[in-house]
Each structure stands twice: as C-alpha cells, then as structure tokens.
C-alpha cells in the first residue's frame, strides 16, 4: 500500500524486540487523540491494539486426521454426528461451523433451538474434549477401508486449522423488526412492530474500523485468532472496500472483510465458542484482535476513532432483509446503540449488542501483552486488500 | 425495603378468596402484579413483586402458604453459568424486567436473580447456553 511512512515497520518492530513499544487498546487511543490531538498521539504511540468478539458464521476448520491401518480415502466423515466436507484428500476434511448435527429436528418446531453444530465440535476440540470421529469411504486399491470409527482430541489429530473465510466484518447493520410477529434471525430474537433492535459490532475497538482504508491489514498482518497467533490469510468473501464512507473515511455498512487462519491446537476456548442461535442455526463465536501500527499520523486520527463517529444502518429484518429489498430506515452511531436506547422513526426502542465489547476489550488487552512483554512483532501485509481512494473522491 | 418476585399458584379450592387483600392489609406486603393468568374455577397463576421488611416477607410467606397457595420464588428459577457467558448482550433484546441488564461503563451484562420472573426468553436467547432453569411459561418450556 503507497501511503507516507513517518515510522517504518522495522522501527516498530526493533522497538517490539527491545521491550519499548508503546502500544494501547483501540478505546484508549481514542482517549489520548480526544485529550491530546493526533499530532501528540502520533509521536508518543507505535502499535494500536483492536479486537471483537462474536458470532462469525463463515467459519470452519481444515482438519487432517491422519492416516488409518489400514488406509482410508474418507468420503463421508463426522465429528460428533456433525458431518464435515469430505471430497479432499484421504483424511483431510473442512468442517463448517453452521453444519447441524445430524437428526436435529431444524426448524420443524419453531424456533428450532440448533443445539449443536461444527462450531461446538471446534470449541470441544479446541477445549480438548474426547470427540467421536466416524468415516465411510468406497473403498480403493491404495485405500482399502471403508468404515472407520474412534475418539479423538485435538492432540491425536494431525493437523487443525481455523480456516475462516470471512470474519470481522468492518461495520454492520443494526437490525428491527416492522413485522407483526417475533422473528428469529442471526441478528437475535426481534419483536414485533419494532419493540427492540440489536446490533453486532465491537464499534470503537473493532479491527477494520481502526484501518478504514486496510492501510495495514493486509495478507500476513499477523493477528490475534482464538488465543493464539493467527494471520489474515486473504480478503475475506464479500469484501467490498467501495461501500459509502463518511468524511472520517468511515464506512457506513458492511464493507471490508478479513479472512483468517489460525492453528486450532494454540487456541483457548475461552475465545472460540459454539453457539446455537434460535430458530437461525449453528455458529462459531470468535475472538480476533488486529494490531495497527501507527506508521503515520493519518493512522493515529484513523485508530482515534470514537463509537460517536461511527454509524451503521438500521435495516428492517421482519420484511426488508429476507425480500432483498435493500433499504436502510436510518443511521445510528454506536454511541448512540451502546447507551441502550436509541431513535427510530421517531420512537424510543431499546438496543442489545449481540457481540462481546468486555471480551473485545480481553482480547485487544491480550494483545497488547503479548506485543508489549513477549515480543510478538508485526507482519507487514505481503498483499494489500482491495482498498478505495484516499482521500475520499 | 427488601422486594421479591414471587409465583403464586391458586388451586381451584382457594382460587375465590381474599388473600392477596388480606397480605396487603394485614401483613403490610406492597405487591405489584407483573403478571396474572386466571383459568375460572382450574387455576389462577399470579406473579407478584412483593416488597416490605424481611421480617413481613417472612411472615406474608408464610400465611400464603398457610392459606395453601403454592409459592415459588422467582429468583431461585434461573441461574446463569458465569463461566460460559461471554456478555454478548443477547439476552437483553428479550428480557423484560431488566432482570438481566447491561452495566453501560464496562458493558458487561449483569444478573440480578430478584427482578426476574422465570420466563425463560434468555434460555432461548443465549447462543452460549449459559442460562439455565425452570420456566414458569410452558410456551417457553426448553
């Protein structure tokens, strides 16, 4: 990415090394940049820390199993009767974090409650609970067995990879219902006639608000996945760098979307969690944190950004949403979402969040710790993400 | 002042008499109804705030009982794993006696047991199963 650079990585990371950097949470930058000024924040902080927690249904994991006596090419595997994409290699499998057990009565009886699915397989394998693996295969001259079942944990798999093909996403909606009945979605339980909204943004802390143009994150920035140290692996799906911006350079939507990569047997699963939505299905909730480094002073004004200047679009998901009918009631800041209550159509209705700002907090405060005292270095992006034109045109 | 959220089951043997007039009047109880389902002459079903000192609590109980009405106290329905909740914030979208509630500073969501009445909406609500108990609702059975 071409953009002035007043402090170099190698600066950054030299000071990581020594034990000098100064780094700060996203929400306490915002505080010195609010007291201080940008110029004054530039000159005094090297790294800013980012991270969000929630559910993040494009999520899943490359597992290897390793190989069977006698050998196996496994077509059809399940961890815990959750199926798991099996048309790779002999025991390689991609299991999906919104696959449902099989025999889950789904929505028959709604809302279906979703009890258990890829993502909770993730979070017991990560937690090093004993897990009933099941394959069946066709049988070849090279691989000869056709059923296969055993326990494992996490230890007797060869290889465990989160491999998430879209997480973080940069904004997001804030979601009402205008229909006459309770809906049940992935953005929460909804009541009718608009008696409530919910939205799912850690705001102020979140990773791609901090680096509206993806100055910084970009494919080997390496991250906070779970636990352990991850890396973005590639432009999430739907990345889309041309939504609208504000003057900040904010986007007002969706927008930027990281996809990332994580070794499962590092993880803790206190920061990657199974959820079962009601009457939605299956998740994965996951903790991601992103360290920017200040290379520039246009990136300290960017990380001061504070939940008053960001908004998002209210979006009616009772009748809107599930037409397509792509239209926003209006704009509420994250100030005003995160108070509680907020304005709609000139009614006063309550607000729930429905990802983690404590948990984003743990996880931006982790990794500043491992940045500050354990000298976890920066990786500058090898590949930038698509991004838009600075200033904005 | 203490206050207590209450289930008050009336069997059709008792369901025509004077006793909440008799809690208020005789054992100083100051009760607000949250919510009531009468089945005439089958079973009526009253959720009670019951405030006063923890002396009149006591004694108002213990005359309901007395007077055979099946007392369930709601605080003790619901309980919450502290180690699986991650204070997402879903809970509170359903919640409606802010019995479950978002601390604004840190944004943590806080329990408070007494100001719940067992309708079971944050067991359906919680992605991460960290609410448990009986509801009192059977439409929201678990």
Request: aromatic share 10%; glycine share 10%.
């Given at each position: 990415m071409d953009i002035p650079i007043q402090r170099s990585y190698e600066e950054i990371n030299e000071k990581i090394r020594q034990g000098k950097a100064v780094v700060l949470r996203a929400d306490e930058m915002t505080e010195l940049v609010s007291s201080e000024g940008v110029k004054s924040a530039f000159k005094k902080v090297d790294v800013v820390t980012t991270g969000t927690f929630g559910a993040m249904c494009s999520s899943g994991a490359f597992i290897n199993f390793g190989h069977t006596r006698p050998k196996m090419k496994a077509t059809s595997v399940w961890l815990n009767d959750v199926e798991a994409y099996g048309a790779l290699a002999a025991v390689d499998?991609?299991?999906?974090?919104?696959?449902?057990?099989?025999?889950?009565?789904?929505?028959?009886?709604?809302?279906?409650?979703?009890?258990?699915?890829?993502?909770?397989?993730i979070e017991d394998l990560i937690a090093g609970r004993p897990v009933r693996l099941r394959a069946k295969s066709y049988g070849t001259d090279c691989y000869p067995l056709r059923e296969y079942e055993t326990t494992v944990t996490i230890r007797d798999l060869r290889d465990a990879f989160l491999y998430n093909p879209?997480?973080?996403?940069?904004?997001?909606?804030?979601?009402?219902?205008?229909?006459?009945?309770?809906?049940?979605?992935?953005?929460?339980?909804l009541r009718p006639n608009m008696a409530n909204a919910t939205y799912s943004s850690a705001g102020q802390l979140s990773p791609l608000l901090n680096d509206p143009y993806y100055w910084t994150i970009g494919v080997g920035t390496r991250i906070f996945l779970g636990g352990a140290a991850g890396v973005v692996s590639w432009r999430g799906t739907q990345h889309n760098p041309d939504a609208p911006r504000g003057e900040n350079g904010v986007v007002r939507e969706g927008a930027g979307t990281i996809a990332v990569t994580g070794d499962m047997k590092e993880m803790s699963a206190e920061y990657i969690r199974g959820a079962s939505l009601v009457g939605y299905g299956c998740s994965l909730m996951v903790g991601l944190?992103?360290?920017?480094?200040?290379?520039?002073?246009?990136?300290?004004?960017?990380?001061?950004?504070?939940?008053?200047?960001?908004?998002?679009?209210?979006?009616?998901?009772?009748?809107?949403?599930?037409?397509?009918?792509?239209?926003?009631?209006?704009?509420?800041?994250?100030a005003e979402l995160k108070s509680g209550r907020v304005e709609v159509q000139g009614r006063n209705i309550p607000a729930a969040p429905l990802s983690s700002y404590p948990m984003a907090v743990r996880v931006?405060?982790?990794?500043?710790?491992?940045?500050?005292?354990?000298?976890?270095?920066?990786?500058?992006?090898?590949?930038a993400l698509p991004s838009a034109p600075f200033p904005a045109v | 002042m203490a206050s207590k959220n209450v289930l008050l089951i009336f069997k059709p043997n008792i369901m025509y008499r004077p006793i909440i007039y008799r809690l208020a009047t005789e054992y100083g109880i100051i009760f607000n109804v949250l919510e009531a389902k009468i089945l005439p002459k089958q079973e009526g079903r009253l959720i009670l705030e019951l405030s006063g000192t923890d002396e009149d609590l006591v004694r108002g109980i213990a005359y309901l009982e007395e007077e055979l009405v099946q007392v369930e106290v709601l605080a003790d329905k619901m309980h919450r794993d502290e180690e699986r909740c991650v204070s997402c914030g879903a809970c509170t979208a359903v919640c409606r006696t802010d019995a479950l509630s978002i601390d604004?500073?840190?944004?943590?969501?806080?329990?408070?047991?007494?100001r719940c009445v067992a309708c079971g909406l944050c067991i359906l609500a919680c992605p991460v199963k960290a609410m448990s108990g009986v509801s009192i609702d059977n439409e929201n059975e678990i």
């Open positions: 499998i991609y299991l999906g974090a919104t696959q449902v057990q099989e025999d889950d009565p789904l929505n028959r009886v709604h809302p279906g409650r979703f009890r258990y699915g890829g993502g909770h397989v879209r997480n973080s996403y940069q904004n997001y909606n804030c979601a009402v219902n205008l229909s006459k009945r309770t809906i049940y979605t992935y953005m929460g339980i944190g992103v360290p920017i480094p200040i290379l520039n002073e246009e990136l300290a004004r960017f990380t001061g950004v504070s939940d008053r200047d960001i908004v998002c679009q209210v979006v009616d998901y009772g009748i809107d949403y599930p037409n397509a009918v792509n239209r926003a009631l209006c704009e509420l800041s994250y931006a405060e982790n990794l500043k710790s491992w940045i500050r005292d354990g000298g976890f270095v920066l990786g500058a992006p090898q590949v | 604004r500073a840190t944004m943590e969501v806080r329990f408070h047991p007494e």
